[in-house]
């Protein structure tokens, strides 16, 4: 599975972005997908998944109510619309597949749940 993330890019505070990230490889509806995020100096990060039907989704606190993940399994493509953002969002963002469990399971915010990386795409928000 190969996974490419794009859309990333400098914004101001308060301003939007989208993100995409396409797959190849594999059958995209058969793995749950996540996004991630890494700031300098920072641990990776959980930020929000969704199931494979797209159904079921996982927001992290932080990001609630501001970020938007969706998928488009014709497209073999998830997408983090990003609005309201903040300097703190700052990082390089990484979409994630998730291929283990039974389609009914749901979407993790856990690392070690995924198990191919994107090459991460880096979003930077000025104050």
């Known amino acids: 599975v190969q996974l490419q993330a794009s859309g990333g890019g400098l914004v101001q505070a308060g301003g939007s972005l989208r993100l995409s990230c396409t797959a190849s490889?594999?059958?995209?509806?058969?793995?749950?997908m996540g996004w991630f995020r890494q700031a300098p100096g920072e641990e990776r990060e959980f930020v929000v998944a969704?199931?494979?039907?797209?159904?079921?989704?996982y927001y992290a606190d932080s990001v609630k109510g501001r970020f938007t993940i969706s998928r488009d399994n014709a497209k073999n493509t998830v997408y983090l619309q990003m609005n309201s953002l903040k300097p703190e969002d700052t990082a390089v963002y990484y979409c994630a597949a998730d291929l283990g469990g039974s389609y009914y399971k749901r979407p993790s915010p856990l690392t070690d749940e995924y198990d191919y990386w994107g090459q991460g795409t880096l979003v930077t928000v000025s104050s």
């Open positions: 969704v199931s494979r039907s797209g159904g079921i989704t």
């Open positions: 490889g594999h059958t995209f509806s058969s793995f749950n």
